[in-house]
């Protein structure tokens, strides 16, 4: 039974995407066939309001097909054309699509750094690139440890998005614990959280480090399933009954921008004690929207 209410969705998902990529193809091909910078200012928009367009009718059949609350709080004077960088915790594909209905034309196009494997997803891997998405190897502390150029690529391709980010209107996407919750990843790195994974910080560190001045704040945002972690298939089928969403605006320290982290030891260890501190909040809070004490 489940299937039958899931399948229709998918189709009309897949149509909703074959029908918001082709005129978005068309219109990176043509950028990328005129390099100008000129072309680019006219292509940018027409690209961000193709994404954003497919965005809201996705939100928009949550809303039809399924009976999901959403709780939001938090963080109301939010900017169109602001320049923000977003982290989130991370445990389920469905995050991707609750980031995407709370934030979509409230504030720039969602940009994610992706690993560079998902460039070969059907159709969306090909909208991602023409939509500017970084596309990274994403290496282990390991593969970068016996070959260390493999980091380096990873933060050039940060770098020359950031570049390009610049001079637009963006928000740049990070889930700092680098990948989706679980109860075995929490226990297999001794995670002092209760609810999160260890932070990552050397990726927020060079996006600071590349912006500069460029970003207005962030938004650090926390969300809870409180009927357990769901999966896309759960979504469509139905079977997610609540989101709560809280989003905090928080102003970027002054003292982190432009400085090394790679190089600097005292800054990194500052840096990463900022970022301890702000999964300690996010754990707390977490504790707070489950109802849980301690």
Known sequence: MVWLRVVPILLLIALNTLAHCLPLFAVALF?????????????????????ESWIGVNSAMIGMFTSTRFEVSGASDLERD?????????????DILVLQKVFNRRIPLLRFFLKRSLFWVPVLGLAWWALDFPFMGRYTRKQIAKNPELG???????RKACEKF????????NFVEGTRFTRDKHDGQSSPFKHLLKPKSGGVAFVLDAMGKGLHALLDVTIVY???????IDLMANRLPEVKVLVRKLP??????????????????QFQ????????????????????QG
């Not at 380096?152 to 940060?158: H, P």
């Not at 610049?166 to 996407?173: D, E, G, N």
């Not at 409180?226 to 896309?232: A, C, E, Q, T, W």
């Open 152 to 158: 380096r690529r990873d933060m050039e391709v940060t």
């Open 166 to 173: 610049a001079s637009i209107p963006v928000a740049v996407m």
């Open 82 to 94: 602001g320049h923000y960088l977003v982290l989130a915790n991370h445990q389920s594909w469905v």
């Open 226 to 232: 409180p009927k357990g972690i769901p999966s896309m």
């Open 31 to 51: 950028k990328a066939m005129l390099p100008l910078r000129a072309v680019r200012r006219a292509c940018n928009p027409l690209l961000t309001g193709l994404a």
């Open 252 to 269: 970027i320290p002054a003292e982190f921008i432009g400085r090394n982290y790679q190089e600097d030891r005292n800054f990194r260890a």
């Open 273 to 292: 004690q900022w970022m301890n501190g702000l999964w300690q909040q996010k754990d707390e809070d977490i504790n707070r929207m489950l109802g849980q």
